[in-house]
């Protein structure tokens, strides 16, 4: 079993649906939870961070931390064609990052 | 501020062969990391480096060397390429800060090919 299990997708909703990204992860020393968003043929970008269970919301984007089930959530509200990416949730420790296999959205106009 | 590069961008290379892949921060970061990225397996790390002058091994390290002899420098070696080793391989840095979140900076990446 993987340490951080992620939906690889494709993902394709219209422009302005909300859009759930979802990981789960089994290793509980994990103490940060980050979603990085990749561009087709870039490098990985950070996009929100959050250390503990709750929500943390920036604009557009919510991400959720549920520690007691171990579950990782990336919302994005009114979604735009420029949010066309591949999303991967990176919870990690220790200045290590353990990486999901990414979801790629598209948003379609 | 270019922060991290790679260089090349893209190389091909035959069975066999060998090549180094260059990393480069000028961001003054303590911790470098190379990943590798391959469909359905996400980001695997292959080494790392906590200083100048150290290496240590990641998830996926045989068939890599690593050498860190600037701080600012991250090589990634291949002494005899696979076809197993075609990937995309990305850099990243970070400079740690305790208990504190550490975003890692990430590079273009470089597209391998061995053929």
């Known amino acids: 079993q993987k340490e951080v299990e992620q939906d690889p997708g494709p993902l394709s909703v219209p422009e302005g649906a909300i859009v759930s990204l979802n990981c789960t992860y089994s290793?509980?020393?994990?103490?940060?939870f980050m979603w990085y968003r990749q561009y087709s043929r870039k490098g990985p970008e950070l996009l929100m961070y959050?250390?503990?269970?709750g929500n943390k919301e920036d604009g557009r984007f919510t991400a959720q931390v549920d520690k007691s089930s171990k579950y990782i959530s990336l919302f994005i509200r009114d979604s735009q064609p420029s949010d066309s990416a591949t999303y991967l949730c990176a919870p990690g420790g220790g200045n290590k990052l353990t990486f999901g296999t990414g979801t790629q959205l598209k948003v379609e106009l | 501020n270019a922060g991290v590069t790679q260089t090349p961008k893209f190389r091909v290379l035959k069975t066999g062969q060998s090549m180094t892949l260059l990393c480069a921060q000028d961001?003054?970061?303590?911790?470098m990391y190379w990943y590798r990225q391959d469909p359905g397996m996400g980001l695997r790390l292959i080494h790392y480096?906590?200083?100048?002058?150290?290496?240590a091994k990641g998830e996926v390290p045989d068939g890599y060397n690593v050498s860190r002899l600037k701080k600012q420098n991250f090589l990634l070696g291949l002494e005899s390429a696979a076809p197993s080793q075609t990937s995309v391989y990305f850099c990243?840095?970070?400079?740690?800060?305790?208990?504190?979140?550490?975003?890692?900076?990430f590079g273009p990446g470089t597209r391998l090919t061995v053929l």
């Open positions: 961001m003054n970061h303590e911790y």
């Open positions: 959050t250390y503990s269970s």
């Open positions: 480096s906590v200083g100048e002058g150290t290496t």
């Open positions: 290793n509980s020393a994990f103490q940060y």
């Open positions: 990243a840095s970070i400079t740690p800060r305790g208990g504190l979140m550490n975003e890692q900076f």
